[in-house]
């Protein structure tokens, strides 16, 4: 008799949309590792319930979403030093002695999708992040890892942007300001970490922000390109990207800390964008 594979999911609400079970389903047919991997409705109020019960059931590993990642970093009995200082965890492992392991994954998926896929250099580059909720919180640490010249925090909410300013102080050179402050200034690379594409909105942002070879990335995503991601091609961006990339890069790093085995993402992300660009027509 072959054994039970083991058991994932993703939790958040809503999670109908949700793309992790697929992405991690063609990451285990990929490196032929047996999980199952779901997707569940979890309100706020059950979040803790429902973790516990996943995992005294067998469950092995969660992912968690929109709106439970606050919470999540509240759960895990230990956190990695990313998870710790981000405030938000994306990713839970059971631990051999029973305990729950809480990682952040969202910002190194971010990197590996620039760097990696792009081959964008972060190194020595001037990079605006606009936004100061929790996805933003969740990318500081990781991109001043790649020594940028320096990183601006930029939000409609400003006390916000400084106060995560101030938290990663140690880690580089990062600070904050309002959209008033843009002008005149210059980024080799814009991310956009607000919420706005999803309501097709941009945040107020002036035009000539991008250095001759700057990018621009949003980390929403969609079946049709994003409204950053069209602001970014009217500013003539060398890419233009929405955070597909990212999405499977986190789910890849999730993967390893789960399984130990690391799966190849760019098959993953080509076929998840031939299908998104078929279904949008
Ligand atoms: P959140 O905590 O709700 O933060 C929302 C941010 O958007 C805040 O900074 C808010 O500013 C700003 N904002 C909202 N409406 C605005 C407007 N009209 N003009 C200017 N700023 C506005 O959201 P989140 O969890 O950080 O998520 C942000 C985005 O990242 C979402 O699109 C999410 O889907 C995406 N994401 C993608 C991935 C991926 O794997 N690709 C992973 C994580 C998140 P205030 O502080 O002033 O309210």
Known sequence: MTAAPDRYAVFGQPIAHS???RIHGLFAEQTA????YTGQEVAPEQFADAV???????????????????????????????????RAVN??????????????????????????????DLVGSRILVIGAG???????G??????????????????????????????????????????GQHYDLIINATSTSLSNQLPPLPDGLLTDTGSCYDLAYGNAPTTFVLWGREQHARYSLDGLG?????????????????PETRPVIDLLDAERKNSAG
């Not at 995992?55 to 929109?66: I, Q, R, S, Y």
């Open 142 to 183: 990781p991109l001043l890892e790649q020594s940028p010249e320096s990183l601006v925090i930029v939000n409609r909410t400003v006390f916000r942007a400084r106060q995560i300013a101030d938290e990663f102080r140690r880690l580089g050179p990062v600070s904050s300001c309002g959209f008033e402050d843009l002008r």
């Open 19 to 21: 793309k992790s079970p």
């Open 246 to 262: 990212m999405l499977v890069e986190q789910a890849a790093e999730a993967f390893y800390l789960w399984r130990g085995v690391r």
């Open 91 to 120: 990713t839970l492992a059971l631990e051999k002695d029973g305990s729950i392991l809480g990682e952040n994954t969202d910002g190194i998926g971010l990197v590996a999708d620039l760097t990696r896929n792009h081959e964008i």
């Open 33 to 36: 590792q047996a999980i199952s």
């Open 52 to 86: 516990h019960a996943f995992f005294a059931d067998g469950g092995k590993g969660l992912n968690c979403t929109v709106p439970l990642k606050e919470l999540a970093w509240q759960l895990a009995d230990r956190k990695t030093p990313r998870a710790e200082l981000s």
């Open 134 to 140: 929790g996805a933003s919180r969740g990318i500081i």
